[in-house]
Protein backbone atom coordinates (compact mmCIF):
# COMPACT_ATOMS: atom_id res chain seq x y z
CA UNK A 1 0.00 0.00 0.00
CA UNK A 2 1.23 3.72 -0.69
CA UNK A 3 2.78 5.10 2.27
CA UNK A 4 2.80 8.86 3.21
CA UNK A 5 4.56 10.34 5.79
CA UNK A 6 4.08 11.06 9.43
CA UNK A 7 0.91 10.88 11.57
CA UNK A 8 -0.51 9.23 8.35
CA UNK A 9 1.70 6.04 8.88
CA UNK A 10 -0.50 3.25 8.28
CA UNK A 11 -0.53 0.71 11.29
CA UNK A 12 0.67 -3.06 10.61
CA UNK A 13 -1.40 -5.93 10.61
CA UNK A 14 -0.41 -6.81 13.99
CA UNK A 15 -1.25 -3.36 15.55
CA UNK A 16 -4.88 -3.58 13.41
CA UNK A 17 -5.48 -6.99 15.02
CA UNK A 18 -4.53 -5.70 18.29
CA UNK A 19 -7.13 -2.98 17.80
CA UNK A 20 -9.79 -5.20 16.79
CA UNK A 21 -9.35 -7.39 19.95
CA UNK A 22 -10.54 -4.04 21.93
CA UNK A 23 -13.70 -4.31 20.20
CA UNK A 24 -16.96 -5.76 21.72
CA UNK A 25 -17.86 -7.43 18.29
CA UNK A 26 -14.70 -9.55 17.70
CA UNK A 27 -14.55 -10.76 21.35
CA UNK A 28 -14.28 -14.54 20.39
CA UNK A 29 -12.08 -13.93 17.68
CA UNK A 30 -8.88 -15.45 17.50
CA UNK A 31 -6.17 -13.41 16.20
CA UNK A 32 -5.92 -16.08 12.66
CA UNK A 33 -9.18 -15.64 12.43
CA UNK A 34 -9.27 -11.84 12.65
CA UNK A 35 -5.87 -11.77 10.30
CA UNK A 36 -8.15 -13.71 7.79
CA UNK A 37 -10.83 -11.07 7.95
CA UNK A 38 -8.56 -8.03 7.29
CA UNK A 39 -7.48 -9.70 4.53
CA UNK A 40 -10.92 -9.68 2.70
CA UNK A 41 -12.65 -6.51 4.51
CA UNK A 42 -11.12 -3.01 4.55
CA UNK A 43 -10.55 -0.54 7.35
CA UNK A 44 -11.70 3.46 5.92
CA UNK A 45 -11.06 6.95 7.62
CA UNK A 46 -13.79 9.25 7.87
CA UNK A 47 -13.74 12.78 8.33
CA UNK A 48 -16.12 14.67 10.52
CA UNK A 49 -19.37 15.47 9.13
CA UNK A 50 -19.62 12.91 6.24
CA UNK A 51 -22.47 10.76 5.41
CA UNK A 52 -21.58 6.67 6.01
CA UNK A 53 -25.32 5.69 4.73
CA UNK A 54 -27.37 7.91 3.40
CA UNK A 55 -31.49 7.24 3.71
CA UNK A 56 -33.51 5.95 0.93
CA UNK A 57 -30.00 4.42 -0.95
CA UNK A 58 -29.64 0.48 -1.73
CA UNK A 59 -25.92 -1.11 -0.61
CA UNK A 60 -25.98 -4.60 0.90
CA UNK A 61 -22.64 -3.31 3.03
CA UNK A 62 -22.49 -3.93 7.26
CA UNK A 63 -20.27 -1.28 8.75
CA UNK A 64 -18.63 -1.46 12.56
CA UNK A 65 -17.42 1.79 14.06
CA UNK A 66 -13.91 0.73 15.50
CA UNK A 67 -13.53 4.86 16.42
CA UNK A 68 -15.03 7.70 16.49
CA UNK A 69 -19.06 8.54 17.11
CA UNK A 70 -21.56 8.97 14.53
CA UNK A 71 -25.17 10.23 14.49
CA UNK A 72 -28.27 8.11 13.19
CA UNK A 73 -30.52 9.94 11.37
CA UNK A 74 -34.32 10.14 10.00
CA UNK A 75 -34.73 13.03 7.37
CA UNK A 76 -37.71 15.45 8.20
CA UNK A 77 -40.37 16.00 5.98
CA UNK A 78 -40.79 19.30 3.92
CA UNK A 79 -37.38 20.39 5.37
CA UNK A 80 -34.86 20.09 2.94
CA UNK A 81 -31.52 19.34 4.47
CA UNK A 82 -33.02 18.82 7.80
CA UNK A 83 -32.84 16.15 10.20
CA UNK A 84 -33.95 14.20 13.71
CA UNK A 85 -30.99 12.63 15.61
CA UNK A 86 -32.28 8.96 16.70
CA UNK A 87 -29.46 8.24 18.07
CA UNK A 88 -25.61 8.25 18.28
CA UNK A 89 -23.14 5.45 18.13
CA UNK A 90 -20.09 4.92 19.57
CA UNK A 91 -17.21 2.70 19.16
CA UNK A 92 -17.64 -0.97 19.15
CA UNK A 93 -21.44 -0.41 17.64
CA UNK A 94 -22.18 -1.58 14.27
CA UNK A 95 -24.68 -0.29 11.59
CA UNK A 96 -26.37 -1.36 8.21
CA UNK A 97 -27.57 -4.99 9.11
CA UNK A 98 -31.09 -4.32 7.73
CA UNK A 99 -30.08 -3.96 4.23
CA UNK A 100 -27.64 -6.54 4.71
CA UNK A 101 -30.31 -9.14 5.25
CA UNK A 102 -32.56 -7.99 3.00
CA UNK A 103 -32.68 -6.08 -0.07
CA UNK A 104 -34.78 -2.86 1.07
CA UNK A 105 -33.57 0.82 0.81
CA UNK A 106 -32.05 2.41 4.00
CA UNK A 107 -34.35 3.86 6.36
CA UNK A 108 -32.10 6.14 7.76
CA UNK A 109 -29.11 7.92 7.93
CA UNK A 110 -25.73 7.54 9.74
CA UNK A 111 -23.03 10.89 9.28
CA UNK A 112 -20.20 11.14 11.31
CA UNK A 113 -19.76 13.35 14.48
CA UNK A 114 -15.71 12.66 14.30
CA UNK A 115 -12.74 11.52 12.68
CA UNK A 116 -13.88 7.91 12.72
CA UNK A 117 -12.35 4.37 11.37
CA UNK A 118 -14.81 1.98 10.44
CA UNK A 119 -14.66 -1.29 8.87
CA UNK A 120 -16.79 -2.21 5.52
CA UNK A 121 -17.88 -5.79 5.16
CA UNK A 122 -19.69 -6.93 2.30
CA UNK A 123 -21.22 -10.08 2.62
CA UNK A 124 -20.04 -11.06 -0.91
CA UNK A 125 -16.66 -10.78 0.37
CA UNK A 126 -17.47 -12.80 3.87
CA UNK A 127 -19.21 -15.85 1.39
CA UNK A 128 -15.52 -15.86 -0.39
CA UNK A 129 -13.23 -16.52 2.60
CA UNK A 130 -12.85 -19.06 5.39
CA UNK A 131 -16.03 -21.13 6.31
CA UNK A 132 -15.08 -21.17 10.06
CA UNK A 133 -14.90 -17.53 9.68
CA UNK A 134 -17.94 -17.20 7.78
CA UNK A 135 -19.81 -19.04 10.86
CA UNK A 136 -18.22 -17.15 13.49
CA UNK A 137 -18.78 -14.18 11.85
CA UNK A 138 -22.83 -14.95 10.80
CA UNK A 139 -23.20 -16.53 14.73
CA UNK A 140 -22.04 -12.78 16.12
CA UNK A 141 -23.98 -11.09 13.51
CA UNK A 142 -27.31 -12.82 14.80
CA UNK A 143 -26.36 -12.27 18.53
CA UNK A 144 -26.27 -8.50 17.77
CA UNK A 145 -29.87 -8.82 15.76
CA UNK A 146 -31.04 -10.27 18.85
CA UNK A 147 -30.09 -8.38 21.28
CA UNK A 148 -31.19 -5.54 19.86
CA UNK A 149 -34.51 -7.01 19.12
CA UNK A 150 -34.87 -8.04 23.11
CA UNK A 151 -34.08 -3.87 23.92
CA UNK A 152 -36.78 -3.21 21.40
CA UNK A 153 -39.58 -5.70 23.20
CA UNK A 154 -38.52 -4.43 26.42
CA UNK A 155 -38.95 -0.29 25.43
CA UNK A 156 -42.08 -1.39 23.78
CA UNK A 157 -43.60 -3.27 26.95
CA UNK A 158 -42.16 -0.47 28.88
CA UNK A 159 -43.57 2.81 27.39
CA UNK A 160 -46.49 4.94 29.33
CA UNK A 161 -47.15 7.58 26.93
CA UNK A 162 -46.75 8.23 23.04
CA UNK A 163 -43.07 9.36 22.42
CA UNK A 164 -42.68 13.01 21.80
CA UNK A 165 -41.49 13.80 18.41
CA UNK A 166 -40.91 17.30 19.64
CA UNK A 167 -37.89 16.01 22.24
CA UNK A 168 -36.02 14.68 18.98
CA UNK A 169 -32.86 16.79 18.20
CA UNK A 170 -33.08 18.89 14.65
CA UNK A 171 -29.51 18.44 13.13
CA UNK A 172 -28.54 19.92 9.54
CA UNK A 173 -27.54 17.06 7.32
CA UNK A 174 -24.68 17.84 4.96
CA UNK A 175 -25.10 18.53 1.13
CA UNK A 176 -26.91 16.21 -0.49
CA UNK A 177 -24.35 16.19 -3.81
CA UNK A 178 -21.62 16.33 -1.17
CA UNK A 179 -19.55 12.88 -1.34
CA UNK A 180 -18.25 11.10 2.17
CA UNK A 181 -14.89 12.30 2.14
CA UNK A 182 -13.83 8.35 2.77
CA UNK A 183 -10.32 7.32 1.99
CA UNK A 184 -8.34 4.12 3.22
CA UNK A 185 -4.99 4.88 5.48
CA UNK A 186 -2.90 6.19 4.31
CA UNK A 187 -4.38 7.71 1.58
CA UNK A 188 -4.78 11.84 1.10
CA UNK A 189 -6.85 11.59 -2.29
CA UNK A 190 -10.29 11.60 -1.85
CA UNK A 191 -12.91 9.40 -3.84
CA UNK A 192 -15.10 11.83 -6.31
CA UNK A 193 -17.97 10.41 -8.37
CA UNK A 194 -19.60 13.18 -10.73
CA UNK A 195 -23.04 13.54 -12.26
CA UNK A 196 -24.25 13.05 -16.15
CA UNK A 197 -25.43 15.65 -18.27
CA UNK A 198 -25.98 14.45 -21.45
CA UNK A 199 -26.41 15.69 -25.59
CA UNK A 200 -30.39 16.00 -25.75
CA UNK A 201 -32.36 13.77 -28.43
CA UNK A 202 -34.91 15.96 -31.28
CA UNK A 203 -37.87 14.77 -28.60
CA UNK A 204 -38.19 14.04 -25.01
CA UNK A 205 -41.99 13.47 -26.22
CA UNK A 206 -40.98 10.07 -27.99
CA UNK A 207 -39.27 8.28 -24.53
CA UNK A 208 -40.95 5.75 -22.72
CA UNK A 209 -42.51 6.21 -19.33
CA UNK A 210 -40.31 5.65 -16.65
CA UNK A 211 -40.95 2.28 -14.63
CA UNK A 212 -42.37 2.28 -11.34
CA UNK A 213 -39.28 2.85 -8.05
CA UNK A 214 -38.28 -0.07 -6.87
CA UNK A 215 -38.30 -0.22 -2.59
CA UNK A 216 -37.07 -4.11 -3.02
CA UNK A 217 -35.97 -6.36 -5.32
CA UNK A 218 -34.80 -10.10 -4.36
CA UNK A 219 -31.35 -10.25 -5.63
CA UNK A 220 -31.51 -13.58 -6.55
CA UNK A 221 -34.13 -13.55 -8.83
CA UNK A 222 -32.56 -10.68 -10.44
CA UNK A 223 -29.68 -12.91 -10.90
CA UNK A 224 -31.57 -15.60 -12.70
CA UNK A 225 -33.52 -12.85 -14.65
CA UNK A 226 -29.93 -11.89 -16.05
CA UNK A 227 -28.22 -15.11 -16.44
CA UNK A 228 -30.64 -16.12 -18.94
CA UNK A 229 -30.43 -13.54 -21.30
CA UNK A 230 -29.58 -15.27 -23.81
CA UNK A 231 -29.73 -13.06 -27.11
CA UNK A 232 -27.78 -9.56 -26.70
CA UNK A 233 -28.16 -6.85 -28.89
CA UNK A 234 -24.73 -5.74 -30.97
CA UNK A 235 -23.55 -3.54 -32.48
CA UNK A 236 -25.28 -3.49 -36.70
CA UNK A 237 -22.36 -1.02 -37.76
CA UNK A 238 -19.45 -3.64 -36.41
CA UNK A 239 -21.44 -6.32 -37.82
CA UNK A 240 -21.57 -4.68 -41.40
CA UNK A 241 -18.04 -4.59 -41.30
CA UNK A 242 -17.29 -8.08 -40.27
CA UNK A 243 -20.04 -9.50 -42.55
CA UNK A 244 -17.50 -9.38 -45.49
CA UNK A 245 -15.16 -11.49 -43.60
CA UNK A 246 -17.45 -14.46 -42.07
CA UNK A 247 -16.91 -16.46 -45.09
CA UNK A 248 -13.97 -17.93 -47.17
CA UNK A 249 -10.65 -17.61 -46.15
CA UNK A 250 -8.98 -14.87 -43.75
CA UNK A 251 -6.06 -12.92 -44.83
CA UNK A 252 -5.41 -11.57 -41.77
CA UNK A 253 -6.35 -12.66 -38.66
CA UNK A 254 -5.00 -9.66 -36.62
CA UNK A 255 -7.36 -7.86 -38.80
CA UNK A 256 -10.66 -9.63 -37.96
CA UNK A 257 -9.74 -10.04 -34.32
CA UNK A 258 -9.60 -5.74 -33.85
CA UNK A 259 -12.55 -5.58 -35.74
CA UNK A 260 -14.51 -8.15 -33.32
CA UNK A 261 -12.68 -6.16 -30.21
CA UNK A 262 -14.58 -2.86 -31.29
CA UNK A 263 -18.04 -4.69 -29.77
CA UNK A 264 -18.41 -6.22 -26.22
CA UNK A 265 -21.07 -8.51 -26.91
CA UNK A 266 -19.45 -10.14 -29.77
CA UNK A 267 -16.07 -10.18 -28.11
CA UNK A 268 -17.89 -11.84 -24.73
CA UNK A 269 -19.66 -14.27 -27.29
CA UNK A 270 -16.81 -15.41 -28.69
CA UNK A 271 -14.95 -15.92 -25.15
CA UNK A 272 -17.85 -17.41 -23.86
CA UNK A 273 -17.72 -19.87 -26.75
CA UNK A 274 -13.63 -20.75 -26.43
CA UNK A 275 -14.11 -20.65 -22.02
CA UNK A 276 -16.65 -23.60 -22.88
CA UNK A 277 -16.61 -27.48 -21.70
CA UNK A 278 -16.01 -28.13 -25.36
CA UNK A 279 -12.78 -26.33 -25.77
CA UNK A 280 -11.70 -26.32 -21.86
CA UNK A 281 -8.49 -25.40 -21.72
CA UNK A 282 -6.30 -25.71 -18.38
CA UNK A 283 -5.70 -21.22 -18.31
CA UNK A 284 -9.14 -19.48 -19.02
CA UNK A 285 -9.08 -17.70 -22.76
CA UNK A 286 -8.87 -14.03 -22.10
CA UNK A 287 -8.49 -12.41 -25.52
CA UNK A 288 -9.89 -12.94 -29.11
CA UNK A 289 -6.40 -13.97 -30.45
CA UNK A 290 -6.39 -16.49 -27.91
CA UNK A 291 -10.38 -17.55 -28.87
CA UNK A 292 -9.10 -18.26 -32.19
CA UNK A 293 -6.40 -20.61 -31.73
CA UNK A 294 -8.60 -22.05 -29.35
CA UNK A 295 -11.35 -22.85 -31.20
CA UNK A 296 -10.34 -21.74 -35.23
CA UNK A 297 -11.14 -19.13 -37.50
CA UNK A 298 -13.82 -21.39 -39.41
CA UNK A 299 -15.90 -21.76 -35.94
CA UNK A 300 -14.92 -17.71 -35.43
CA UNK A 301 -16.35 -16.86 -38.43
CA UNK A 302 -19.53 -19.56 -37.96
CA UNK A 303 -20.31 -18.54 -34.84
CA UNK A 304 -20.20 -14.48 -35.74
CA UNK A 305 -22.28 -15.26 -38.50
CA UNK A 306 -25.04 -17.17 -36.15
CA UNK A 307 -25.11 -14.49 -33.73
CA UNK A 308 -25.80 -11.38 -36.47
CA UNK A 309 -27.92 -13.76 -38.29
CA UNK A 310 -30.39 -13.97 -35.61
CA UNK A 311 -33.48 -12.44 -37.11
CA UNK A 312 -35.40 -11.68 -33.48
CA UNK A 313 -32.03 -10.01 -31.77
CA UNK A 314 -33.57 -7.30 -29.55
CA UNK A 315 -32.79 -3.50 -30.14
CA UNK A 316 -30.62 -1.86 -27.69
CA UNK A 317 -32.00 1.02 -25.76
CA UNK A 318 -35.29 -0.01 -27.38
CA UNK A 319 -34.03 1.34 -30.79
CA UNK A 320 -33.15 4.71 -29.86
CA UNK A 321 -29.78 5.12 -32.07
CA UNK A 322 -28.15 8.04 -30.31
CA UNK A 323 -27.90 6.32 -26.88
CA UNK A 324 -27.25 3.21 -28.81
CA UNK A 325 -24.14 4.84 -30.16
CA UNK A 326 -23.30 6.91 -27.41
CA UNK A 327 -22.92 3.41 -25.52
CA UNK A 328 -21.11 1.38 -28.26
CA UNK A 329 -18.56 4.52 -28.99
CA UNK A 330 -18.25 4.76 -24.94
CA UNK A 331 -16.80 1.08 -24.55
CA UNK A 332 -14.46 1.46 -27.57
CA UNK A 333 -12.65 5.07 -26.28
CA UNK A 334 -12.56 3.82 -22.28
CA UNK A 335 -10.85 0.66 -23.70
CA UNK A 336 -8.13 2.72 -26.00
CA UNK A 337 -7.58 5.50 -23.41
CA UNK A 338 -7.08 2.35 -20.67
CA UNK A 339 -4.27 1.28 -23.06
CA UNK A 340 -3.22 4.61 -23.41
CA UNK A 341 -2.73 5.23 -19.38
CA UNK A 342 -1.11 1.91 -19.05
CA UNK A 343 1.56 3.01 -21.53
CA UNK A 344 1.98 6.49 -20.16
CA UNK A 345 2.33 5.04 -16.47
CA UNK A 346 4.69 2.15 -17.40
CA UNK A 347 2.44 -0.57 -16.24
CA UNK A 348 1.66 -3.99 -17.62
CA UNK A 349 -1.68 -6.18 -16.59
CA UNK A 350 -1.39 -10.01 -17.22
CA UNK A 351 -5.03 -9.40 -18.16
CA UNK A 352 -5.99 -7.83 -21.60
CA UNK A 353 -6.57 -3.97 -20.70
CA UNK A 354 -8.45 -3.28 -23.52
CA UNK A 355 -11.39 -6.33 -23.06
CA UNK A 356 -11.45 -5.07 -19.27
CA UNK A 357 -12.22 -1.41 -20.85
CA UNK A 358 -14.03 -2.35 -23.63
CA UNK A 359 -16.87 -4.96 -21.75
CA UNK A 360 -16.87 -2.68 -18.52
CA UNK A 361 -20.45 -2.16 -18.94
CA UNK A 362 -21.81 -5.06 -20.20
CA UNK A 363 -24.17 -5.13 -17.34
CA UNK A 364 -26.04 -2.11 -19.12
CA UNK A 365 -26.82 -3.85 -21.42
CA UNK A 366 -28.24 -6.55 -19.67
CA UNK A 367 -30.11 -4.32 -17.89
CA UNK A 368 -31.65 -2.47 -21.13
CA UNK A 369 -33.38 -6.04 -21.70
CA UNK A 370 -34.91 -6.40 -18.15
CA UNK A 371 -36.16 -2.88 -18.32
CA UNK A 372 -36.30 -1.08 -21.73
CA UNK A 373 -37.75 2.36 -20.33
CA UNK A 374 -34.89 3.39 -18.56
CA UNK A 375 -31.98 4.12 -20.50
CA UNK A 376 -33.37 5.89 -23.55
CA UNK A 377 -33.40 8.96 -20.58
CA UNK A 378 -30.06 9.24 -20.64
CA UNK A 379 -30.55 11.45 -23.57
CA UNK A 380 -32.81 14.08 -21.61
CA UNK A 381 -30.02 15.77 -19.73
CA UNK A 382 -32.80 16.83 -17.10
CA UNK A 383 -34.00 13.33 -16.45
CA UNK A 384 -33.39 11.45 -13.40
CA UNK A 385 -31.11 9.13 -15.34
CA UNK A 386 -28.72 11.90 -16.45
CA UNK A 387 -28.01 13.46 -12.83
CA UNK A 388 -27.99 10.70 -11.09
CA UNK A 389 -26.92 7.78 -12.76
CA UNK A 390 -25.71 5.47 -10.45
CA UNK A 391 -28.96 5.95 -7.98
CA UNK A 392 -31.57 6.36 -11.22
CA UNK A 393 -30.24 2.43 -11.85
CA UNK A 394 -31.02 1.40 -8.45
CA UNK A 395 -34.58 3.10 -7.78
CA UNK A 396 -35.95 2.19 -10.71
CA UNK A 397 -34.04 -1.19 -11.62
CA UNK A 398 -32.90 -2.15 -8.57
CA UNK A 399 -29.61 -3.00 -8.82
CA UNK A 400 -26.63 -1.14 -10.30
CA UNK A 401 -24.77 -2.00 -13.34
CA UNK A 402 -21.80 -2.92 -12.19
CA UNK A 403 -23.52 -5.98 -9.76
CA UNK A 404 -25.48 -6.52 -13.51
CA UNK A 405 -22.35 -7.21 -15.45
CA UNK A 406 -20.97 -9.52 -12.90
CA UNK A 407 -23.74 -11.54 -13.06
CA UNK A 408 -24.44 -11.59 -16.41
CA UNK A 409 -20.35 -12.19 -17.53
CA UNK A 410 -20.54 -14.99 -14.87
CA UNK A 411 -23.16 -16.73 -16.99
CA UNK A 412 -21.24 -16.40 -20.32
CA UNK A 413 -17.68 -18.26 -18.47
CA UNK A 414 -15.97 -14.88 -19.17
CA UNK A 415 -12.76 -14.64 -16.94
CA UNK A 416 -12.59 -13.45 -13.30
CA UNK A 417 -10.66 -10.67 -13.87
CA UNK A 418 -13.41 -9.17 -16.37
CA UNK A 419 -15.72 -9.83 -13.77
CA UNK A 420 -14.51 -7.76 -11.08
CA UNK A 421 -13.78 -4.86 -13.60
CA UNK A 422 -17.55 -4.87 -14.43
CA UNK A 423 -18.24 -4.63 -10.70
CA UNK A 424 -16.14 -2.33 -8.97
CA UNK A 425 -14.77 -0.12 -12.02
CA UNK A 426 -17.30 2.91 -10.53
CA UNK A 427 -15.88 1.61 -7.05
CA UNK A 428 -12.43 1.15 -7.01
CA UNK A 429 -11.63 1.71 -3.18
CA UNK A 430 -13.98 -1.54 -3.06
CA UNK A 431 -11.00 -3.68 -4.76
CA UNK A 432 -9.64 -6.54 -2.96
CA UNK A 433 -7.97 -7.80 -6.12
CA UNK A 434 -6.96 -6.73 -9.77
CA UNK A 435 -7.06 -3.87 -8.13
CA UNK A 436 -4.24 -1.82 -10.70
CA UNK A 437 -6.71 -2.82 -13.92
CA UNK A 438 -9.63 -1.40 -12.03
CA UNK A 439 -8.06 1.81 -11.41
CA UNK A 440 -7.41 1.91 -15.10
CA UNK A 441 -10.50 1.14 -16.19
CA UNK A 442 -11.89 3.37 -13.67
CA UNK A 443 -9.76 6.35 -14.82
CA UNK A 444 -9.94 5.64 -18.56
CA UNK A 445 -14.10 6.29 -17.72
CA UNK A 446 -13.46 9.68 -16.10
CA UNK A 447 -11.12 10.81 -19.15
CA UNK A 448 -13.41 9.27 -21.72
CA UNK A 449 -16.55 11.29 -19.83
CA UNK A 450 -13.76 14.39 -19.67
CA UNK A 451 -13.34 14.74 -23.46
CA UNK A 452 -17.09 14.05 -23.99
CA UNK A 453 -17.17 10.66 -24.74
CA UNK A 454 -18.97 9.25 -21.65
CA UNK A 455 -22.18 7.50 -21.04
CA UNK A 456 -22.75 7.21 -17.35
CA UNK A 457 -21.32 10.69 -16.50
CA UNK A 458 -20.42 13.55 -18.14
CA UNK A 459 -19.00 17.07 -16.48
CA UNK A 460 -16.67 14.95 -15.61
CA UNK A 461 -13.78 17.83 -14.19
CA UNK A 462 -10.40 17.95 -14.51
CA UNK A 463 -10.39 18.55 -10.56
CA UNK A 464 -12.54 15.12 -10.06
CA UNK A 465 -10.10 13.10 -11.98
CA UNK A 466 -7.23 14.26 -9.85
CA UNK A 467 -9.35 13.24 -6.33
CA UNK A 468 -9.83 9.65 -7.59
CA UNK A 469 -9.38 7.01 -5.07
CA UNK A 470 -7.65 5.00 -8.44
CA UNK A 471 -4.22 7.00 -8.73
CA UNK A 472 -3.60 5.52 -4.64
CA UNK A 473 -4.38 2.05 -6.25
CA UNK A 474 -2.12 2.71 -8.97
CA UNK A 475 1.16 4.09 -6.56
CA UNK A 476 0.36 0.79 -4.57
CA UNK A 477 0.65 -1.84 -7.51
CA UNK A 478 3.57 0.64 -9.32
CA UNK A 479 5.73 1.79 -6.74
CA UNK A 480 7.83 4.34 -9.18
CA UNK A 481 4.28 6.23 -9.52
CA UNK A 482 4.88 8.04 -5.66
CA UNK A 483 7.13 9.95 -7.45
CA UNK A 484 5.09 11.29 -9.99
CA UNK A 485 3.65 14.74 -9.75
CA UNK A 486 0.18 13.77 -10.05
CA UNK A 487 -1.35 16.77 -11.25
CA UNK A 488 1.31 17.19 -13.98
CA UNK A 489 0.82 13.96 -14.91
CA UNK A 490 -2.71 14.06 -15.59
CA UNK A 491 -2.22 17.40 -17.49
CA UNK A 492 0.39 16.25 -19.79
CA UNK A 493 -1.74 12.68 -20.29
CA UNK A 494 -4.90 15.20 -21.00
CA UNK A 495 -2.86 17.10 -23.63
CA UNK A 496 -1.69 13.85 -25.03
CA UNK A 497 -5.19 12.86 -25.31
CA UNK A 498 -6.61 15.98 -27.24
CA UNK A 499 -3.23 15.83 -29.79
CA UNK A 500 -3.92 11.97 -30.82
CA UNK A 501 -8.44 12.08 -30.12
CA UNK A 502 -8.31 11.22 -33.32
CA UNK A 503 -6.59 8.07 -33.53
CA UNK A 504 -8.25 7.30 -30.36
CA UNK A 505 -11.73 7.32 -32.07
CA UNK A 506 -10.40 5.83 -35.60
CA UNK A 507 -12.98 3.85 -37.07
CA UNK A 508 -15.53 4.60 -34.87
CA UNK A 509 -18.14 5.49 -37.49
CA UNK A 510 -21.32 4.98 -35.09
Given amino acids: MATAKGANKAPDLEQQIKFLQGIDFFNNFDDHELRQLLGVCKILRVKAGQYIIKEDTMERVFYILLKGEVSVVKSVAHKKRRAVELTRLKAGACFGEMSMVMDIKRTAGVITRNNSFIL ?130 VDNTRVLADYIQLDPVLTCKILQIANSSFFRRTAPVGTVPHAMITVGIRHIQESINDIISLADTPKAFSGFRKVASRFWRHSVVVARIAVLLAESIRVSSPADIYLAGLTHDL ?50 GLPEVYLTV ?89
Fill in 422 to 510: MRLHHSPDMARSHSLIIALIHLADLFASNHGCGFEFSDVTTDKITKSFAWILIQEKHRPFLDVNLPDFIKQFDEELNKTWTNVTKGLTF
Fill in 363 to 412: GIIGLDLIEPAVYPHISNPSSEISTNFLKAETSYIGIDHGQAGFWLGESL
Fill in 120 to 249: VINPEVISSSNVFLQLKFYKRFCEILVGRLIIANERLAGLEKDIDLQSLKEIDLPAEDQKPEITSQPAAIKKQQAGQSVTSQASYDELPPLPAKKDRIVRSRMQRRLSAVLDLPFNPAVAAILEPMLSGK
